[in-house]
């Protein structure tokens, strides 16, 4: 409950940027469906208001070359896979993309994950993310980069026999650890569709296929005074899951 | 920009101002619509700098700010090139003219330019400018100073018959979101009888003819985004218009450097402007950004604790003009107790601070705040996940006096709850400011204070139990402040009031005290090589007698025990520097201070001589640099508290002997290398931060020990032990501090800063590495602003890891390396009457591990995002 209070607290703080910059009058006449009265106001010294008229129409903005920084929030999950656990929350997510050309951009896309359930910590990801636009609104994306866990088990006891562990070592399959801490490589796979708001704002959801490869470290509560470094239990965890979000995107 | 050359024909740069601005109030000194070289009008100057310097301890520069700038002699018109290619746009050329001491112009180089023919234009118009000389101090100087041509194409020219332009069209240009006119801006209308144009004058009024029917309205220049408007006037109708024109680029933190100050410390590093509130991993808080600088590491990076060339951190004073804070920053990563928007500028000094400075034996932190400027009128609100603040400036009807206000309210407890950690934290912070009188008789009121309250679950496992306070930290201030005297000569009068409240464990812990501290200093030029600067201050404090802690809490009892103070505590303070410049090119400061402690019975003095030299040994700007002196302090908490800010007097006093050398060189305009060497010595070190007790100390069980834990020293039967903390040892720390420095000048700043140290401690088996040490200390941040209001910037550090304790010694083992790296994206949006800032500031962007410095504890990955917006109305 309170992820999507949160959620909705991100959402809540920016859409009113969604709409500033964006001249009051009317669009150009090739939007017609956009055509609205123009609202003249008249300051106090009797010298009404006058805004510029658009210099471009709004979705040919869009397939200019440039930058555009964008948000969004998700929801998803990985799923369980050998002794990886079900991992699961709310996701925020920023994106700086660079508008290559009207059919490639390329962007670096940052996620932070509030886990909850049996798992509760952070999970995060940065990928550098290619998309193909086979039409200006949808995009299609395979992204590769790194990411990582800082999880511990949400209730239960710390790993059975650890206080006879000797040393760092690596556990099997069968074992389970009582958290993560530890990264690995990303890859993802998104589908995304931007609706043009403005000249300077566009939103739309996305689906994306997450995969997760992490090198799990946990302590057993041990130092070697030798090195003064901790014993360390290690595992690699293989999660898979998916997630559905939503865009927010200027330019 | 004055780049002025000394009375002996040595060119050198003054400090005439340095303020900042919000995008609301900016004046764009570089801008020099229709080639005028745009004098600062003296008002500014003399507020600029007062707001500079006025509160701060006086310092050497401050003598040197009588400038008078050059004045123009004929026109600085500079004509479009005739050869410009068709169909051009508005452009800008900006140059740096050296103004030589009989006013012709020795020197043009470009600084910013716009292409051919522009580039040539200027380059070749502008030495043929003519100057009346600048002044100091009445005799002539050679000046550096910036200027910018603006090219915008002639406006439009048609045949048609007077009485065939039947409407009107007039009113005003002007920005969108500050309002501000726009000058010298072509308008240009195109109706069926042809084209022409005007060009608004310096309040952005226009006017122009058109034919009855539809007029297509254009507006060219090179600050605003095309604009383009079609109106329809009917046969003799007068319209009235006020265009908001978008402009190319708002900068939110516009600092605008009115030359450069005159260094006379060797390892003072100033910063402002959006290095200071926009640096990547800040938050926005200018103190933050401190930890970014050479010679600085924290206990963790998340806590701003600062290790300055390896003291604790209650031996690094942190000042709001030259006033003690005793708490900078509000608990758990929090940010500084004081608004960002009252901070223009940063000091700091990791060490060979002057004499103006005492009590510390690390480093100086001093925010300065600034004073108003006249017409500015800003509100700020800003909002975030953690946090909502305001503030608001306001010139006061009918006098010549400003009242500033300023506060937050944080609500982190939010995001905690997220985390369900079972902890709760709110705090606040206020300041309200009055200003007032004249260039030669300034005066102001400062009203300004902070609380936190930290909770806990009672039940940690349960985090949904009841929450009850753990600590409350609170301090109000009262400062009033006068300066009489102009940059030459002053006297400086202040009196503060203060109040301090801290409590542990539900108050069980603690202390409260009320004090008054009276500060005086006079500046006074004896010769034009000499000057005199002494001054001086009398803290009294007065301790409540607080209860004593319960036996039960351990070793929270001794320690409470043995730091808090109660009684009347007393600092009196006395200082004398004498700037010499025997001849051009070198800077002498000797100075010496004395310093009493005294609480009860226990009094303790000390006589600090510090000098510092400046050398500039040729034409380039290339300096050499030394200093050396002697810091003494009263043993300090090593984390300050409000209230609890020294103890243990009976100790005796704190000393360390510095010495540093260093070069400082502008390698190009804009860019500039600092390098120096420093040696401190410190005997005795008191009350340092230790965690890893010798492992003859840990008593494990078996082979292992348990991390996480303090290792308590406790041997079978015995009682826990903190008399450690309060042991004499002899201190050493010695390095190298490199930094590479963009100035932001053309949207983009950043700097290298790199750190070579060791610090150790010496007790009965010798030299071992202090806990907190690293050997290197790399930082790296970059800002860039992108078109459409678009700002993106990041750091990157990376250090060595702190020493562990192992079977082979203390402190014999390192740590793993830790790296970090902060991203920052900004967005302005302007609407008509106002600006909305949106940005999202990520600390430690990879969640990379980081060791919280205990010997063998767990290591801690955390992320923190911040997302806000910001309305300046």
Sequence with gaps: ?251 | MAMTRRPRATTAFLAASLFLSTGASASELRDVPDAAVEQPPPASVDSASGAASEVSPPSVETAAQAVVPPQPLGSLAIAYPPDAPPGAGPVSVTVLITIGETGDVTAVELREGAGEPFDSAVLDGAKSFRFSPATLGGKPVAVAVPFTQSFVPPPPTSEAADEKLDALIEGFVVERGTRRPVARAVVAASDAQGERGTTTDDEGRFSIPVAAGESKIRILSNELRPFVRVETLKPGEHLRVKYLADRVRHNPYESVVIGERDRTEISRTTLSGREIHQMPGSMGDPFRVVGALPGVTQVMTLLPLPIVRGSSPGDTGIFLDGMRLPLLFHLLGGPSVIHPEMIERVDFYPGGFPVTYGGYTGGIVDGRTARPRPGENPIAIDVNQDQAGVFARQPIPGTAMTATVAGRYGYPGLMLSLLNLGISLDYWDYQARLDGGSPRSAWSVFFFGARDELKTAQDMTDPSSEMTTQALFAFHRLDLRWRLGDEERHGDYRLVFGYDKTAVAGDQVGTSSYFVDPQVSWLVPLASWLQLNVGGELLVRDIADQPAAPATMGMVTEASQAVQSSGLLINGGVFLQTPLRPFDGLLVIPGVRGDLYQHEATRQWSVDPRMTVRWKPLERELWLKGVVGRYHQPPRLFVPLPGVDQSMHELGLLASTQVGLGVEAQLAPGIELDLQGYYNHKNPVVFDLQINRTLEDMQPSGPWTNPGELPSGDKPGEESDISRFFEKRVGRSYGLEVILRKRDDSGVYGWLAYTLSQSERRDESGWAPFDFDRTHIFNAVLGVRLPRNWEIGGRLMLQSGTPLTTIYGYNASRSDWQFRADLRVDKRAVWNRWLLDFYVDIINSTVAAESGGLAGSNALRYVVPTIGLRAVL
Aim: hydrophobic residues 40%; negative net charge.
């Design chain 1, 1 to 251: 409950m309170r992820s999507l209070i949160f959620a909705a607290s991100l959402m809540a703080l920016v859409p009113s940027v969604a709409f500033a910059g964006e001249p009051e009058q009317a669009p150009s006449s090739e939007s017609p469906t956009r055509l609205q009265a123009e609202r003249e106001a008249v300051e106090d010294d009797g010298y009404e208001i006058r805004l510029s008229l658009p210099s471009e129409d709004d979705r040919a903005a869009w397939l200019q070359p440039g930058l555009r920084v964008e948000l969004a929030v998700e929801y998803g999950v990985l799923l369980p896979n050998g002794p990886a656990p079900r991992i699961g929350g709310f996701t925020a997510h920023v994106r700086p993309r660079l508008r290559i050309d009207e059919l490639w951009s390329i962007a670096a896309t940052f996620g932070y994950t509030v886990a909850r359930g049996d798992f509760q910590g952070v999970r995060w990801s940065a990928v550098v993310e290619p998309i193909f636009h086979p039409i200006p609104s949808l995009g299609v994306s395979l992204a590769l980069g790194y990411g990582g866990l800082s999880v511990t088990r949400s209730s239960g006891s710390f790993p059975a026999g650890s206080s006879t562990e000797t040393g760092s070592r690596t556990l099997g399959d069968d074992e389970r650890l009582y958290g993560c801490s530890g990264g690995g490589w990303v890859s993802q796979a998104r589908v995304e569709y931007l609706a043009v708001v403005g000249p300077l704002f566009s939103t739309g959801p996305y689906l994306v296929a997450d995969s997760q490869w992490t090198g799990c470290e946990q302590s057993f509560g041990k130092t070697d005074r030798e090195t003064g470094e901790q014993a360390m239990g290690r595992q690699w965890w293989l999660s898979l899951g998916g997630a559905i979000g939503w865009w927010l995107s200027w330019r």
